[in-house]
């Protein structure tokens, strides 16, 4: 099946980095970002964890990764890609951010943007895997609030060169970070959306939202009922992006009548994900990227 051209000017089309599938390997991350930014990707997606739990004792766990799954850490690699990409744009989807220390997150974000230039995107949200949240010292159970505070205080640093802020958890006595990002601020959307909560959270808090929703009625309904939250929340919807995964294990013309659903919608981003189609080396990922984007342009 053909998609047909692309008449949206403002539809990001990028490319999920199938980061557990390539393993340890750091020429792959190389190779992935170059690739997808010579085939004309606007963006590159790269998904975000610290640490894997041995399952081997809990006989209980549901969670999709363990310690035997590669995740390179986000923000360090986009370091790393910033200086041998020039175009694509760099984003994370998502960010587990209250496992993270607000002011170490906002400065290391900062450095990237700086970088990069302004090709930081930082998709952010609330995890789910425990066992790091208690290795890296943060309360698990308040994730959800805190996370709020942890956005007011990002966009204050990002855009003031002097913070006094005290919040509920953080205080910043009259304090500031250097250098400065390019973009003030840095875009902050949002991961996740289970629940009626999480969605108003992103209704009101964030530059975009990152589905985790199918294309069918049942995403269709979740869809609407967060644009009626963005509306409830006093915003315009076209204030508030949509990017979409589009899984291309499915198949190329399962992935071009998903693809069509989401435009449809009014994604602003969609992203191609070749992780789960059983590929077994990065160059393998490539040509499915290659592939995929031949069909929308």
């Not at 997150?105 to 609330?126: E, F």
């Not at 875009?187 to 939202?209: E, H, N, Q, S, Y």
């Not at 070749?274 to 393998?284: I, W, Y």
Request: charge should be negative; include cysteine; proline fraction near 4%.
């Amino acid at each position: 099946m053909k998609i047909l051209p692309l008449v949206e000017d403002d539809l990001k089309i990028g490319a999920v980095f199938p980061q557990n599938e390539v393993g340890d390997d750091i020429g792959a991350v190389r190779s992935f970002a170059q690739a997808a930014e010579d085939l004309g990707y606007d963006y590159l997606v790269y998904y975000d964890h610290v640490l894997g739990a041995d399952t081997s004792g809990r006989p209980k766990w549901t969670g999709p990764y363990t310690h035997l799954d590669s995740f390179h850490e986000p923000l360090v690699t986009f370091g790393y890609l910033a200086a041998i990409t020039k175009t694509i744009e760099l984003t994370t989807t998502i960010l587990i951010l209250p496992q993270r220390q607000t002011a170490l997150v906002a400065k290391q974000a900062a450095q990237v943007d700086a970088l990069c230039n302004g090709r930081l995107r930082l998709g952010i949200g609330v995890g789910w895997n425990e066992v790091e949240f208690e290795a890296l010292g943060e309360n698990f159970s308040d994730r959800g609030k805190r996370s709020e505070e942890q956005i007011e205080l990002l966009r204050l640093l990002w855009t003031n060169e002097i913070v006094d802020y005290q919040g509920k958890w953080h205080r910043v006595d009259r304090a500031g970070l250097r250098p400065m990002p390019v973009q003030r601020p840095i875009p902050i959307w949002f991961g996740g959306g289970k629940t009626d909560t999480v969605l108003r959270r992103i209704a009101r808090l964030g530059d975009g939202w990152m589905p985790q929703v199918p294309p069918n009625d049942q995403g269709k309904s979740v869809l609407d009922k967060f644009k009626g939250y963005v509306l409830e929340a006093n915003r315009k919807i076209e204030d508030v992006g949509i990017d979409a995964r589009v899984r291309i294990a499915n198949g190329f013309e399962q992935a071009a009548i998903d693809f069509n659903t989401w435009k449809d919608w009014g994604a602003t981003h969609i992203a191609a994900n070749s992780l789960h189609a059983g590929l077994k080396t990065v160059d393998e990922h490539i040509k499915m990227i290659e592939k995929f984007r031949e069909l929308v342009n």
